[in-house]
Protein backbone atom coordinates (compact mmCIF):
# COMPACT_ATOMS: atom_id res chain seq x y z
CA UNK A 1 0.00 0.00 0.00
CA UNK A 2 1.43 3.31 -1.09
CA UNK A 3 1.04 7.05 -0.14
CA UNK A 4 -1.56 7.11 -2.85
CA UNK A 5 -4.69 6.89 -0.76
CA UNK A 6 -3.94 8.86 2.21
CA UNK A 7 -2.33 11.62 2.67
CA UNK A 8 -0.61 12.22 5.84
CA UNK A 9 -0.28 15.61 7.36
CA UNK A 10 2.38 17.63 7.36
CA UNK A 11 4.11 16.82 11.04
CA UNK A 12 3.86 13.21 9.63
CA UNK A 13 5.21 14.30 6.44
CA UNK A 14 8.42 15.85 8.49
CA UNK A 15 9.06 13.10 10.70
CA UNK A 16 9.41 9.96 8.06
CA UNK A 17 11.53 12.63 5.87
CA UNK A 18 13.65 13.56 8.89
CA UNK A 19 13.93 10.03 9.80
CA UNK A 20 14.58 8.56 5.73
CA UNK A 21 17.48 11.15 5.66
CA UNK A 22 18.95 10.24 9.08
CA UNK A 23 18.95 6.62 7.80
CA UNK A 24 20.15 7.65 4.66
CA UNK A 25 23.18 10.10 5.38
CA UNK A 26 22.87 9.91 9.31
CA UNK A 27 21.73 12.84 11.83
CA UNK A 28 24.23 15.44 11.27
CA UNK A 29 24.68 15.62 7.83
CA UNK A 30 21.40 16.18 7.37
CA UNK A 31 19.32 19.97 7.78
CA UNK A 32 16.36 20.99 8.08
CA UNK A 33 16.31 22.53 4.82
CA UNK A 34 16.47 19.14 3.09
CA UNK A 35 13.71 17.45 5.83
CA UNK A 36 11.69 20.39 4.73
CA UNK A 37 12.31 19.22 0.82
CA UNK A 38 12.15 16.22 0.90
CA UNK A 39 8.51 16.51 2.92
CA UNK A 40 7.81 19.05 -0.21
CA UNK A 41 7.00 21.69 2.56
CA UNK A 42 9.16 24.57 3.30
CA UNK A 43 11.58 24.96 6.18
CA UNK A 44 9.28 27.75 7.60
CA UNK A 45 6.54 25.25 8.02
CA UNK A 46 9.16 22.89 9.52
CA UNK A 47 9.83 25.66 12.42
CA UNK A 48 5.93 25.54 13.07
CA UNK A 49 5.95 22.00 14.10
CA UNK A 50 9.59 21.65 15.71
CA UNK A 51 11.69 23.86 17.12
CA UNK A 52 15.31 22.52 15.92
CA UNK A 53 16.30 19.51 14.16
CA UNK A 54 16.30 17.13 17.10
CA UNK A 55 12.88 17.87 18.63
CA UNK A 56 11.59 16.05 14.85
CA UNK A 57 11.86 12.82 16.60
CA UNK A 58 10.18 13.73 19.99
CA UNK A 59 6.93 15.30 18.45
CA UNK A 60 4.89 12.58 20.19
CA UNK A 61 6.05 13.97 23.67
CA UNK A 62 3.54 15.91 24.76
CA UNK A 63 0.93 13.56 23.79
CA UNK A 64 2.63 10.67 25.57
CA UNK A 65 3.00 12.96 28.82
CA UNK A 66 -1.06 13.53 28.91
CA UNK A 67 -2.24 10.79 27.93
CA UNK A 68 -0.19 9.22 31.23
CA UNK A 69 -1.19 11.80 33.71
CA UNK A 70 -4.98 11.37 32.28
CA UNK A 71 -4.66 7.88 33.11
CA UNK A 72 -2.55 8.10 36.41
CA UNK A 73 -5.48 10.88 37.58
CA UNK A 74 -8.11 8.64 36.52
CA UNK A 75 -6.77 5.25 38.43
CA UNK A 76 -8.85 3.31 40.90
CA UNK A 77 -9.22 5.06 44.15
CA UNK A 78 -6.98 1.63 45.56
CA UNK A 79 -4.41 1.57 43.09
CA UNK A 80 -1.07 2.18 44.66
CA UNK A 81 1.41 4.59 43.24
CA UNK A 82 3.65 2.01 41.46
CA UNK A 83 0.01 0.20 40.14
CA UNK A 84 -1.19 3.75 38.61
CA UNK A 85 1.91 4.44 36.96
CA UNK A 86 1.46 1.38 35.30
CA UNK A 87 -1.88 1.38 34.77
CA UNK A 88 -0.80 5.32 32.64
CA UNK A 89 2.20 3.34 30.95
CA UNK A 90 -0.45 0.76 29.75
CA UNK A 91 -2.55 3.53 28.30
CA UNK A 92 0.36 4.92 26.61
CA UNK A 93 0.96 1.63 25.30
CA UNK A 94 -2.49 1.63 24.13
CA UNK A 95 -3.03 4.95 22.57
CA UNK A 96 0.28 5.83 20.78
CA UNK A 97 1.99 1.98 20.21
CA UNK A 98 -0.21 -0.24 18.44
CA UNK A 99 1.87 -3.10 16.35
CA UNK A 100 1.80 -1.12 13.03
CA UNK A 101 3.96 1.68 14.68
CA UNK A 102 6.60 -0.73 15.17
CA UNK A 103 8.03 -0.22 11.89
CA UNK A 104 8.49 3.56 12.82
CA UNK A 105 9.14 2.98 16.13
CA UNK A 106 12.41 0.55 14.99
CA UNK A 107 13.38 3.04 12.70
CA UNK A 108 13.61 5.87 15.31
CA UNK A 109 14.65 3.77 18.28
CA UNK A 110 18.16 3.63 15.44
CA UNK A 111 18.54 6.94 14.55
CA UNK A 112 18.74 8.17 18.28
CA UNK A 113 21.47 5.58 19.40
CA UNK A 114 23.35 6.58 16.24
CA UNK A 115 24.23 10.05 17.16
CA UNK A 116 24.80 11.43 21.15
CA UNK A 117 22.79 14.85 20.86
CA UNK A 118 19.62 12.98 19.87
CA UNK A 119 20.34 10.96 23.36
CA UNK A 120 20.42 13.70 25.22
CA UNK A 121 17.36 15.09 23.98
CA UNK A 122 15.83 11.75 24.82
CA UNK A 123 17.21 11.49 28.18
CA UNK A 124 16.12 15.37 29.26
CA UNK A 125 12.36 13.86 27.95
CA UNK A 126 12.62 11.27 30.27
CA UNK A 127 13.52 13.44 32.98
CA UNK A 128 10.46 15.76 32.42
CA UNK A 129 8.35 12.56 32.44
CA UNK A 130 9.77 11.65 35.47
CA UNK A 131 8.71 15.47 36.85
CA UNK A 132 5.81 15.06 35.77
CA UNK A 133 4.89 11.66 37.23
CA UNK A 134 5.90 13.25 40.50
CA UNK A 135 3.07 15.74 40.52
CA UNK A 136 0.53 12.86 39.12
CA UNK A 137 1.43 10.98 41.91
CA UNK A 138 1.65 14.24 43.85
CA UNK A 139 -2.46 14.96 43.20
CA UNK A 140 -3.42 11.11 44.32
CA UNK A 141 -1.89 11.95 47.69
CA UNK A 142 1.17 10.35 47.54
CA UNK A 143 4.04 11.76 49.46
CA UNK A 144 7.12 13.67 47.62
CA UNK A 145 9.70 11.09 48.56
CA UNK A 146 7.67 7.81 47.68
CA UNK A 147 6.30 9.62 44.23
CA UNK A 148 10.11 10.48 43.30
CA UNK A 149 10.94 6.69 43.24
CA UNK A 150 7.93 5.52 42.25
CA UNK A 151 8.37 8.10 39.16
CA UNK A 152 12.20 7.00 38.49
CA UNK A 153 11.15 3.48 38.80
CA UNK A 154 8.55 3.61 36.51
CA UNK A 155 10.26 5.28 33.63
CA UNK A 156 13.10 2.43 34.16
CA UNK A 157 10.45 -0.49 33.46
CA UNK A 158 8.56 1.54 30.72
CA UNK A 159 12.05 2.42 28.67
CA UNK A 160 12.89 -1.27 29.92
CA UNK A 161 10.21 -2.94 28.20
CA UNK A 162 9.83 -0.03 24.78
CA UNK A 163 13.72 -1.24 24.23
CA UNK A 164 12.40 -4.94 24.12
CA UNK A 165 9.71 -4.01 22.37
CA UNK A 166 11.57 -2.25 19.74
CA UNK A 167 14.26 -5.30 19.49
CA UNK A 168 11.51 -7.72 19.47
CA UNK A 169 9.22 -8.80 17.21
CA UNK A 170 6.61 -6.28 15.70
CA UNK A 171 3.65 -9.00 17.26
CA UNK A 172 4.63 -7.89 20.72
CA UNK A 173 2.65 -6.51 22.56
CA UNK A 174 4.07 -3.25 24.55
CA UNK A 175 1.59 -3.81 27.24
CA UNK A 176 2.40 -7.57 27.99
CA UNK A 177 5.99 -6.39 27.46
CA UNK A 178 5.51 -3.31 30.71
CA UNK A 179 3.63 -6.05 33.06
CA UNK A 180 7.09 -8.45 32.35
CA UNK A 181 9.43 -5.62 32.83
CA UNK A 182 7.59 -4.77 36.20
CA UNK A 183 7.90 -8.03 37.55
CA UNK A 184 11.93 -7.86 36.57
CA UNK A 185 12.03 -4.64 38.60
CA UNK A 186 10.31 -6.23 41.56
CA UNK A 187 12.59 -9.42 41.48
CA UNK A 188 16.08 -7.75 40.84
CA UNK A 189 14.63 -5.06 43.91
CA UNK A 190 14.03 -7.92 46.24
CA UNK A 191 17.69 -9.56 45.46
CA UNK A 192 16.85 -12.20 43.00
CA UNK A 193 19.08 -13.23 40.18
CA UNK A 194 21.97 -15.27 40.04
CA UNK A 195 25.29 -14.20 42.43
CA UNK A 196 28.15 -15.37 40.89
CA UNK A 197 27.87 -19.06 42.26
CA UNK A 198 24.49 -20.16 40.59
CA UNK A 199 25.87 -18.70 37.12
CA UNK A 200 29.26 -20.46 37.13
CA UNK B 1 40.93 27.97 58.08
CA UNK B 2 42.16 29.55 55.45
CA UNK B 3 43.56 28.40 52.10
CA UNK B 4 46.96 29.26 53.41
CA UNK B 5 47.98 26.00 54.42
CA UNK B 6 46.96 24.21 52.11
CA UNK B 7 47.85 24.68 48.59
CA UNK B 8 45.05 22.73 46.20
CA UNK B 9 46.41 21.44 42.94
CA UNK B 10 45.10 23.16 39.42
CA UNK B 11 41.80 21.05 38.82
CA UNK B 12 40.68 21.61 42.34
CA UNK B 13 41.94 25.56 41.91
CA UNK B 14 39.35 25.15 38.67
CA UNK B 15 36.73 23.61 40.17
CA UNK B 16 36.17 26.05 42.95
CA UNK B 17 36.66 28.75 41.30
CA UNK B 18 34.10 27.42 38.55
CA UNK B 19 31.64 26.61 41.28
CA UNK B 20 32.18 30.34 43.00
CA UNK B 21 32.01 32.39 39.39
CA UNK B 22 28.79 29.87 38.49
CA UNK B 23 27.01 31.03 41.71
CA UNK B 24 27.59 34.84 42.00
CA UNK B 25 26.64 35.65 38.35
CA UNK B 26 25.29 32.34 36.40
CA UNK B 27 26.64 29.55 34.21
CA UNK B 28 25.76 31.18 31.45
CA UNK B 29 27.30 34.59 32.25
CA UNK B 30 30.81 32.73 32.84
CA UNK B 31 33.38 32.49 30.42
CA UNK B 32 36.22 29.24 30.74
CA UNK B 33 38.65 33.04 30.92
CA UNK B 34 37.00 34.00 33.82
CA UNK B 35 36.89 30.33 35.61
CA UNK B 36 40.94 30.28 34.94
CA UNK B 37 42.04 33.91 36.02
CA UNK B 38 40.18 33.77 39.07
CA UNK B 39 41.97 30.42 39.85
CA UNK B 40 45.15 31.86 38.75
CA UNK B 41 46.09 29.80 35.56
CA UNK B 42 45.62 29.92 32.00
CA UNK B 43 42.99 29.47 30.20
CA UNK B 44 45.49 26.63 28.10
CA UNK B 45 45.45 24.73 31.37
CA UNK B 46 41.73 24.80 32.15
CA UNK B 47 41.62 22.96 28.39
CA UNK B 48 44.21 20.27 29.29
CA UNK B 49 41.94 19.45 32.58
CA UNK B 50 38.56 19.66 31.10
CA UNK B 51 37.18 19.53 27.52
CA UNK B 52 34.64 22.43 28.05
CA UNK B 53 32.99 24.80 29.93
CA UNK B 54 30.33 21.87 31.73
CA UNK B 55 32.96 19.24 32.41
CA UNK B 56 34.48 21.20 35.18
CA UNK B 57 31.50 20.29 37.62
CA UNK B 58 32.09 16.33 36.06
CA UNK B 59 35.16 15.76 36.97
CA UNK B 60 35.11 13.11 39.31
CA UNK B 61 32.73 11.04 37.11
CA UNK B 62 35.54 9.01 36.23
CA UNK B 63 37.10 7.95 39.73
CA UNK B 64 33.07 7.33 40.55
CA UNK B 65 32.57 5.08 38.03
CA UNK B 66 36.28 3.14 38.56
CA UNK B 67 35.29 3.24 42.19
CA UNK B 68 32.12 1.71 41.53
CA UNK B 69 33.31 -0.94 39.13
CA UNK B 70 36.07 -2.42 41.52
CA UNK B 71 33.98 -2.96 44.02
CA UNK B 72 31.57 -4.68 42.24
CA UNK B 73 34.36 -6.81 40.84
CA UNK B 74 35.20 -7.74 43.90
CA UNK B 75 31.91 -8.09 46.30
CA UNK B 76 31.31 -11.01 47.64
CA UNK B 77 30.60 -14.30 45.07
CA UNK B 78 27.52 -14.67 46.79
CA UNK B 79 26.30 -11.27 46.73
CA UNK B 80 22.87 -10.65 44.33
CA UNK B 81 23.23 -8.67 41.37
CA UNK B 82 21.45 -5.18 43.42
CA UNK B 83 23.64 -6.57 46.46
CA UNK B 84 26.86 -6.39 44.63
CA UNK B 85 25.77 -2.59 43.01
CA UNK B 86 24.79 -1.34 46.26
CA UNK B 87 28.71 -2.79 47.58
CA UNK B 88 29.68 -0.55 45.04
CA UNK B 89 27.73 2.34 45.59
CA UNK B 90 28.90 2.31 49.25
CA UNK B 91 32.95 2.33 48.38
CA UNK B 92 31.49 5.51 46.12
CA UNK B 93 30.00 7.24 48.94
CA UNK B 94 32.86 6.44 51.69
CA UNK B 95 35.44 7.32 49.10
CA UNK B 96 33.92 10.29 47.25
CA UNK B 97 31.58 11.91 49.38
CA UNK B 98 33.00 12.10 53.71
CA UNK B 99 31.05 15.10 55.05
CA UNK B 100 33.78 18.03 54.27
CA UNK B 101 32.62 17.59 51.30
CA UNK B 102 29.05 18.21 51.55
CA UNK B 103 29.25 22.10 51.26
CA UNK B 104 31.12 21.69 47.72
CA UNK B 105 28.47 18.85 46.74
CA UNK B 106 26.07 21.40 47.99
CA UNK B 107 27.22 24.45 46.03
CA UNK B 108 27.75 21.88 42.93
CA UNK B 109 24.04 20.33 42.78
CA UNK B 110 22.76 23.93 42.87
CA UNK B 111 24.95 24.90 40.09
CA UNK B 112 23.14 22.14 37.93
CA UNK B 113 19.94 22.65 38.78
CA UNK B 114 20.11 26.13 37.97
CA UNK B 115 21.22 25.26 34.16
CA UNK B 116 19.41 22.97 31.72
CA UNK B 117 22.82 22.36 29.68
CA UNK B 118 23.99 21.02 33.17
CA UNK B 119 21.57 18.75 33.86
CA UNK B 120 21.50 17.02 30.12
CA UNK B 121 25.18 16.62 31.01
CA UNK B 122 24.55 14.98 34.52
CA UNK B 123 21.85 12.95 32.77
CA UNK B 124 24.54 11.34 30.00
CA UNK B 125 27.15 10.39 32.64
CA UNK B 126 24.26 8.46 34.87
CA UNK B 127 23.57 7.13 30.80
CA UNK B 128 27.18 6.31 30.53
CA UNK B 129 26.97 4.78 34.62
CA UNK B 130 24.28 2.65 33.92
CA UNK B 131 26.54 0.99 30.41
CA UNK B 132 29.83 0.88 32.88
CA UNK B 133 27.46 -0.87 35.33
CA UNK B 134 25.83 -3.52 32.79
CA UNK B 135 29.58 -4.33 31.69
CA UNK B 136 30.35 -4.82 35.46
CA UNK B 137 27.57 -7.15 36.35
CA UNK B 138 27.92 -9.42 33.22
CA UNK B 139 31.49 -9.94 34.01
CA UNK B 140 30.09 -11.48 37.38
CA UNK B 141 27.92 -13.88 35.23
CA UNK B 142 24.68 -11.56 35.61
CA UNK B 143 22.54 -12.63 32.07
CA UNK B 144 21.64 -9.16 30.38
CA UNK B 145 18.19 -8.01 30.82
CA UNK B 146 18.49 -8.46 34.66
CA UNK B 147 21.70 -6.50 34.14
CA UNK B 148 20.23 -3.79 32.62
CA UNK B 149 17.71 -3.32 34.96
CA UNK B 150 19.51 -3.80 37.72
CA UNK B 151 21.88 -0.98 36.60
CA UNK B 152 18.87 1.49 35.82
CA UNK B 153 17.81 0.53 39.23
CA UNK B 154 20.81 1.38 41.11
CA UNK B 155 21.40 4.89 39.39
CA UNK B 156 18.08 5.62 40.65
CA UNK B 157 19.03 4.25 44.28
CA UNK B 158 22.10 6.50 43.86
CA UNK B 159 20.20 9.11 42.72
CA UNK B 160 17.61 9.73 45.11
CA UNK B 161 20.13 8.78 48.26
CA UNK B 162 22.79 11.63 46.60
CA UNK B 163 19.77 14.14 46.47
CA UNK B 164 18.42 13.52 50.00
CA UNK B 165 22.71 13.72 50.76
CA UNK B 166 22.60 17.26 49.26
CA UNK B 167 19.34 18.24 50.83
CA UNK B 168 19.87 16.94 54.29
CA UNK B 169 22.17 18.10 56.82
CA UNK B 170 25.86 17.89 56.98
CA UNK B 171 26.14 14.84 59.11
CA UNK B 172 24.18 12.35 57.47
CA UNK B 173 25.98 9.17 56.36
CA UNK B 174 25.46 8.60 52.47
CA UNK B 175 25.62 5.17 52.52
CA UNK B 176 23.13 5.45 55.36
CA UNK B 177 20.89 6.88 53.24
CA UNK B 178 21.43 4.38 50.14
CA UNK B 179 20.24 1.76 52.00
CA UNK B 180 17.32 3.81 52.95
CA UNK B 181 17.26 3.86 49.06
CA UNK B 182 16.92 0.22 48.79
CA UNK B 183 14.37 -0.09 51.31
CA UNK B 184 12.36 2.83 49.58
CA UNK B 185 12.82 1.09 45.84
CA UNK B 186 12.11 -2.49 47.74
CA UNK B 187 8.93 -0.84 48.93
CA UNK B 188 7.75 1.45 46.07
CA UNK B 189 8.04 -2.02 43.46
CA UNK B 190 6.40 -4.07 46.47
CA UNK B 191 3.16 -2.00 45.63
CA UNK B 192 3.40 -0.45 49.08
CA UNK B 193 2.77 3.35 49.65
CA UNK B 194 -0.65 5.09 50.54
CA UNK B 195 -3.16 4.54 47.72
CA UNK B 196 -5.23 7.78 48.01
CA UNK B 197 -7.89 5.86 50.15
CA UNK B 198 -5.31 5.47 52.59
CA UNK B 199 -3.92 9.15 52.36
CA UNK B 200 -7.60 10.89 52.50
Redesign the interface.
Known sequence: MGMSRWKPDAQTRLVQAALELYGERGFEQTTVAEIAQRAGLTERTYFRHFADKREVLFGGSTVFEETLIHAIANAP???????AVVVGLDAVAEAMFPPERHDYARRRQAAIMAN?GL??RE??K??SLVAALVVALGQ????E??A???A??GV?IF??AFE?WVDGDQHLDLSQLIQE??R??????????????A??
Chains 1, 2 share one sequence.
Open positions: DVATPIDAQEQSFARGVDPTRLTEVVKVRSLDVRGVTAGEGSAVGAA
